[in-house]
């Protein structure tokens, strides 16, 4: 299994819920990463699981946190977002840090209403 | 931070045409990817160079590596309109545990 997994693939949520967002990997990588890219826009860092232990937050907003219950899963977990947090979020794996490049998953595209 | 920056931003050319794509970066680094994206999809990844000088080919693609000019290119040849999408650069940071990606360039090919 070579693939990053996401569930689920689109999400509309108002700004009162709570939900999240799952990615799974099965291919033994020890970093996992999760992106919010906007349109036409490069994807920015958000999160960053080593060993799955958050290693790097990127001032990300509390209506965002993340959860890495074990070496192969890495959930969002989404409460009060803002319009402006619609975006497609993309998980990534790695096997050892970005040396050695990342595996993208197909990504959740998040609209907030 | 390191910075990275494509040129153009935005690429119309047509179908058998040739060109490059520019991706420069800040600081020292010897690992930069190309990666391709297509509206609403997640990012491919296309090619890894990891040394000064790394040249490599996929069909109608061929990216380089001058890490001393902290240069990369991405060359297109006799450009089709499948290669119509989005390419990223992205380097790795100095300390190894962040990638930084490049602005983008959104290719159009036209028929």
Known sequence: DTEVTQTPKHL?????NKKSLKCEQHM???AMYWYKQKAKKPPELMFVYSYEKLSINESVPSRFSPECPNSSLLNLHLHALQPED??????ASSQGGVHYGYTFGSGTRLTVV | ELKVEQNPLFLSMQEGKNYT????YSTTSDRLYWYRQDPG????????????GAVKQEGRLMASLDTKARLSTLHITAA??????TYFCAVVSNTGNQFYFG???SLTVIP
């Open chain 2, 103 to 105: 602005t983008g360039t």
């Open chain 1, 28 to 30: 033994g990588h020890r």
């Open chain 2, 80 to 85: 089709v309109h499948d290669l119509s999408a």
């Open chain 1, 86 to 91: 619609s975006a497609l979020y993309l998980c």
């Open chain 2, 41 to 52: 999809k997640s990012l491919e990844s296309l090619f890894v160079l990891l040394s000064n």
């Open chain 2, 21 to 24: 794509i520019y991706c420069n």
């Open chain 1, 12 to 16: 509309v949520m108002g700004m009162t």
